[in-house]
């Protein structure tokens, strides 16, 4: 059985562990702006110019350029200059000046953070063992098993590879042979989805599964192909527009009982995407996650920065809204469901070396929200067959099950809660964040 003990290294201790003791004030989020996208293409670099915070903190790109129409965009956002939350919380707690990161150390929250972050550390080191994460993302990233062995041996972490039968990457035919062309943007998003992954869930097997392309069609097939393989917990970051079309993916691709299927809710503000508006998933909304001197050690706000940027939420145009869903402002399915950690700037730590420098790099968008929330459904375990585990959390609404984000805003709408946090159910972050399994069991 594979054990998951946080990796301790010189002055380089849990977030929450140092404020908690020493008491101080949350980190301030940084705000961002989006940058100008890269040229439209199926697989090609990502925008060389980075955006800038408003704030001078922080500068980040997107991991994927804009896809050709039709296409899915991955959801990673790579942090490429200034000082993260946890860069300053360090350097607080050392009271020295926060340095600006680079590829040798890491730069954002780590395993034993967001175990502690949402009250999972218990679980994280006894739970998961047999259960199999599944993260589907479009091309390949040849370097995937190995970046994943760094992450998870800094973090002392067990180790997870093809030998030892933690980890298979496949195609979405299920070959493990004949993979789609290498692409730097999704191998990007690909190191921070395994990585989340093993951050939650450090006892689970890994499935990694690479469509030949980022076309609904392909990646639905990957997701298929996941479920065939046994997976019961699948999580998806990427999205794109809405269209007529989505009521035959839902039934073609993301209808399947008795797994836990997690899709990003979308980095571009108040608006709903696809899959996430799929009425068979869980759409996960994106938080600002700071340390604090609460009793829980955290605080979390709504993810965004313009109305045009952050979590994204909102009414779908098609998709039929779930019995469970019971807000009265969309007649349709309301996005999302749940929500954790999305913020850049307060972003977590993934080891990547494939078209770009080697070593540690700190990541944001609802990508990293949404492996971390299908690490928690496969901690909690087996979904019961038949199921919908998108159901789950509503059934644990307004319990100490989550934790209740009521502060920060994505954008305008005309229904507040779709776009505003409340008390409760609102659009950006859905019925809150984890506080342990109980509102992701069955």
């Not at 925008?47 to 903190?57: D, F, R, V, Y």
């Not at 527009?241 to 993301?254: I, K, L, R, W």
């Not at 399947?256 to 990003?264: L, Q, W």
């Not at 402002?329 to 990547?352: E, F, H, I, Q």
């Amino acid at each position: 059985m594979r054990t998951a003990t946080p990796h301790i290294t010189p002055n380089r201790r849990s977030i929450r562990g140092r404020w908690s003791r020493l008491g101080s004030a949350a980190v301030a989020t940084a705000t961002l702006v989006l940058a100008g996208l890269g040229a439209a293409g199926q697989a090609t670099a990502a925008p060389a110019t980075p955006s800038k915070s408003t704030a001078g903190k922080v500068t980040w790109t997107r991991a994927c350029a804009t896809p050709a129409k039709g296409r899915m965009a991955c959801k990673a956002l790579r942090v490429t200059g200034g000082t993260t939350a946890f860069q300053e919380a360090e350097a607080k707690a050392d009271g020295v000046t926060p340095k600006a990161a680079d590829a040798s150390t890491p730069s954002g929250y780590g395993p034993s953070d967001l175990q502690g972050a949402y009250g999972l550390t218990s679980a994280a080191s006894s739970k998961g063992s047999g259960e199999t994460i599944a993260i589907v993302d479009a091309y390949d990233d040849p370097n995937a098993e190995a970046d994943l062995a760094k992450y998870r041996s800094h973090y002392g972490l067990s180790s997870c590879t093809t030998a030892n039968g933690c980890f298979k990457k496949v195609s979405q035919t299920g070959s493990t042979t004949a993979l789609p062309t290498a692409d730097s943007g999704w191998a990007e998003e690909i190191s921070l989805d395994l990585d989340m992954a093993s951050a939650t869930c450090p006892n689970c097997d890994i499935l990694l599964v690479e469509a030949k392309s980022s076309s609904m069609a392909n990646l639905g097939t990957a997701v298929n192909r996941a479920v065939t393989l046994g997976a019961k917990s699948v999580s998806n970051s990427y999205g794109g527009g809405e269209s007529s079309s989505d009521s035959s993916y839902d039934t073609s691709y993301f209808k399947h009982p008795g797994v836990a299927i997690t899709v990003s809710a979308g980095d571009s503000g108040y608006g709903a995407e696809y899959p996430a508006a799929s009425q068979y998933v869980t759409a996960v909304g994106g938080t600002a996650l700071s340390s604090d001197s609460s009793s829980r050690g955290w605080s979390e706000k709504v993810w965004s920065t313009s109305s045009t940027e952050g979590t994204g939420s909102g009414c779908s145009s098609y998709d039929t809204k779930p019995t469970w869903q019971t807000d009265t402002g969309c007649t349709k399915r309301a996005v999302s469901d749940v929500s954790a950690v999305a913020d850049p700037a307060t972003g977590v730590s993934v080891y990547d070396s494939y078209g770009v420098t080697a070593g540690w790099y700190t990541f944001g968008g609802t990508s990293a929200s949404a492996p971390i929330i299908a690490g928690v459904y496969a901690l909690a375990g087996t979904p019961s067959t038949g199921s919908y585990p998108a159901k789950f959390p509503y059934a644990a609404a307004g319990t100490s099950a989550l934790n209740d984000v009521t502060s920060g805003s994505n954008g305008t709408c005309t229904t507040s809660y779709l776009c505003t946090a409340t008390s409760g159910y609102d659009g950006p972050t859905g019925l809150g964040t984890p506080e342990g399994l109980t509102a992701f069991t069955g």
